[in-house]
Nanobody, 124 residues
Framework: QVQLVESGGGLVQAGGSLRLSCAAS????????LGWFRQAPGKEREFVAV????????LYADSAKGRFTISRDNAKNTVYLQMNSLKPEDTAAYYC?????????????????WGQGTQVTVSS
């Protein structure tokens, strides 16, 4: 098992930046594929980005590509999501998730563990 705790959310103006962090417990952190998802009120939880256990492979949703960057520091048991050029439509609760497999999953059902979420609100 692994526990995930997100932080770094907040209120930001359109065009601004935030960096989200997800701290994980467990001695096997480096073996997990890690993803970021988001969920706005009344909408389905949607994929944002995912990174492989080694950090060598990454995938982004079309909405995130070119603006967001996912990275990880296995020595610190932490995964990050750097969010630039934020738009009001990025407003959502952001969740980090972990899966034990090697697939770069883009669907919620592919993940085994989830954090509590951190709120990101982008004002116009």
């Amino acid at each position: 098992q692994v526990q995930l705790v997100e932080s770094g959310g907040g209120l930001v103006q359109a065009g601004g930046s935030l960096r989200l962090s997800c701290a994980a417990s467990g001695r096997t952190f480096s073996r997990y594929t890690l993803g970021w998802f988001r969920q706005a009120p009344g909408k389905e939880r949607e994929f944002v980005a995912v990174i492989s256990s080694s950090g060598s492979r990454k995938l982004y949703a079309d909405s995130a590509k070119g603006r967001f960057t996912i990275s990880r520091d296995n020595a610190k048991n932490t995964v990050y999501l750097q969010m630039n050029s934020l738009k009001p439509e990025d407003t959502a609760a952001y969740y980090c998730a972990a899966e034990e497999g090697a697939v770069l999953g883009t669907r919620t059902y592919q993940y085994d563990y989830w954090g509590q979420g951190t709120q990101v609100t982008v004002s116009s």
